[in-house]
């Protein structure tokens, strides 16, 4: 089945204590995307990738960072998690062009 | 810079009544125009999209939209609510630059009342 598998779907940690939210797709495409959700601000791209060794900032990339070693693979870490992070966190990827991205399951993020 | 406005938060219709989303945006470049629909606990789903050739275009669910240039809108339409359809959606926008950046709306959160 064609999908993007993000883990874990609930994490709560402490500030402060890096953590990785991985995210994997099977389906070969070339772009790949991290959002946050929060309420009443609908979904903000937190970093993107168009292949593999290239990422870049999108519009709130501030404490996180990302990497694309594999093209099926794009992580999200935080390595000083901070309360203003806890968040519903979502990956999507598209092939290159006008299709639309498949998204993971999200990740409910709590810091505390 | 292009950005997507959705009227209204929270909309209620009644089963069987018309269902009506609003979304309009900004774009100095022929934008693409996609609708998402996330039910609770999960991501979001492709609903359909617009990129080039006829403005009306046909979704899944029943759903469809129509690309009106002169009114800078992407409205999302379905003819009749079913119980099922309750979620929130969301309008997105996208260029045509290459980079492929989307940029989503707020969302409304539709009720279907029995």
């Known amino acids: 089945e064609a999908q993007v598998t993000q883990n874990p779907r609930y994490l709560i940690t402490v500030t402060g204590k890096k953590l990785t939210v991985t995210c994997s797709q099977n389906?070969?495409?070339?772009?790949m995307s991290w959002y946050r959700q929060d309420p009443g601000l609908g979904l903000r791209q937190i970093y993107y990738s168009m292949n593999v060794e290239v990422t870049d900032k999108g519009d709130v990339p501030e404490g996180y960072k990302v990497s694309r070693k594999e093209k099926r693979n794009f992580p999200l870490i935080l390595e000083s998690p901070s309360p203003n992070q806890t968040s519903l966190y979502f990956c999507?990827?598209?092939?290159?062009?006008?299709?639309?991205?498949?998204f993971g399951s999200g990740t409910r993020l709590t810091v505390v | 810079a292009q950005s997507v406005t959705q009227l209204g938060s929270h909309v209620s219709v009644s089963e069987g009544a018309l269902v009506l989303l609003r979304c309009n945006y900004s774009s100095s470049v022929p934008p693409y125009l996609f609708w998402y629909v996330q039910y609770p606990n999960q991501g979001l789903q492709l609903l359909l999209k617009?990129?080039?050739?006829?403005?009306l275009v046909k979704g899944i669910n029943g759903f469809e939209a129509e690309f009106k240039k002169s009114e800078t809108s992407f409205h999302l339409t379905k003819p009749s609510a079913h119980m099922s359809d309750a979620a929130e959606y969301f309008c997105a926008v996208s260029d045509n630059s290459g980079t492929y950046k989307y940029i989503f709306g707020t969302g409304t959160r539709l009720k279907v009342l029995a």
């Open positions: 617009y990129t080039t050739g006829a403005t």
């Open positions: 999507a990827s598209s092939p290159q062009g006008p299709y639309g991205y498949t």
């Open positions: 389906m070969n495409h070339e772009y």
